[in-house]
């Protein structure tokens, strides 16, 4: 299986769309920050608000959240651990780090991973179909390798390629933060639960990229399905990209019927149940892993069935 992974492996490097994507998408993350920075000086040129007039706002408005009747669970956990950050602060003089600065970049890196999820997909939905459409997956297939194992080579590669752009999406946001931004005074701080303690900036944009990084494996997933049953990276490309912008928006136009509960991107991202932005508020995380991990295996087991029964011709 190693070598089958290695041989992916290279071939996938082969491409020079693979190194393409790599250095587009550290592009995109040093001109976003550098246009970033821009609008914001010119938006708060004028701007004098002091950090404890925005924590005493943003604490009354997670106070107001919190009279809602219809909140869950999570929802309501996390509201109440915004109002005791809020607390701390103003009564300690603990001033948070700059909107603008390299650790609240790193913080709020997962909000860019579907860069991540978009390139996974164009890899994850050409990987089998281009065999075909090349002509060599007669050639792959004559080998005394069972398809099973190849089909999994081409899914791990996938995504180890999907990991490592995530890494470089983390790195770079990082590094763009630095650069135009600079490091803030501030002080991170979190609620555990009974009382607030101060953590790092880098768990917390490693846990929270984490937690996005689902959202790639399960539309790579879900590509790389298509690609592999119906041969076409393009039908496998384009579907799951219109899935990627348009899945979430049903989400609000089904938030009133039962059914939205195992609809699949009400799950895929798990960072909603860290920021407090649920669309649909009686779910857990629990529920979320059980019905991402039904869809997962769905996908696959359509992969490999369509993979090791099908006839190749051409």
């Known amino acids: 299986m190693l070598k089958l992974i290695q041989n992916e492996w ?22 976003s920050a550098a246009i970033t920075k821009w609008v914001d000086n010119s938006m708060n040129a004028n701007n004098t ?8 706002a943003e604490m009354a408005y997670n106070l107001s959240m919190l009279e809602d009747s219809n909140l869950g ?3 309501r956990e996390y509201f109440e651990g915004e109002v005791a950050i809020a ?9 948070p780090y700059e909107y603008n600065s390299m650790q609240q970049t790193v913080i709020e890196s997962h909000v860019m991973m579907s860069l991540v999820t978009l390139f996974t997909v164009i890899v994850a939905g050409g990987i089998v179909a281009a065999e075909f459409s090349q002509g060599t997956i007669k050639m792959l297939l004559t080998r005394p390798v069972k398809r099973w194992k190849i089909l999994s080579s081409k899914f791990i590669t996938t995504m180890l390629y999907a990991l490592l752009l995530a890494i470089v999406l983390f790195i770079f946001t990082a590094l763009s933060g630095l650069i135009f931004y600079g490091i803030s005074d501030g002080t991170f701080l979190v609620w555990n639960g009974s009382e607030v303690v101060e953590g790092s900036f880098w768990l917390e ?16 997933t879900f590509a790389f399905m298509l690609g592999t049953a119906f041969r076409s990276s393009s039908l496998a490309i384009g ?21 939205v509960k195992y609809y699949l991107f009400t799950h895929t991202d798990l960072t909603q ?29 359509i992969s490999y069935l369509t ?5 190749v011709t051409a």
């Open 273 to 301: 149940y860290y920021t407090g932005f649920m669309p649909v508020g009686d779910i857990t995380m629990t529920l979320s892993v059980i019905v991402l991990l039904v869809y997962f295996v769905i996908f696959m087991a």
């Open 239 to 259: 579907l799951s990209i219109f899935l990627l912008f348009t899945g979430v928006q049903a989400v609000f136009l089904l938030e009133n019927y039962e059914i």
């Open 87 to 95: 607390e701390h602060r103003l009564e300690n003089d603990v001033a």
């Open 307 to 311: 993979f090791g029964k099908r006839d």
């Open 73 to 75: 669970d999570a929802q």
């Open 205 to 220: 944009g490693l846990k929270l990229a984490a937690l996005s990084f689902v959202n790639v494996l399960m539309i790579g």
């Open 49 to 56: 608000e002091t950090w404890q007039q925005v924590e005493t």
């Open 10 to 31: 290279m071939k996938l490097w082969s491409r020079k769309s693979t190194w393409i994507i790599i250095i587009l998408l550290a592009v995109i993350l040093l001109s």
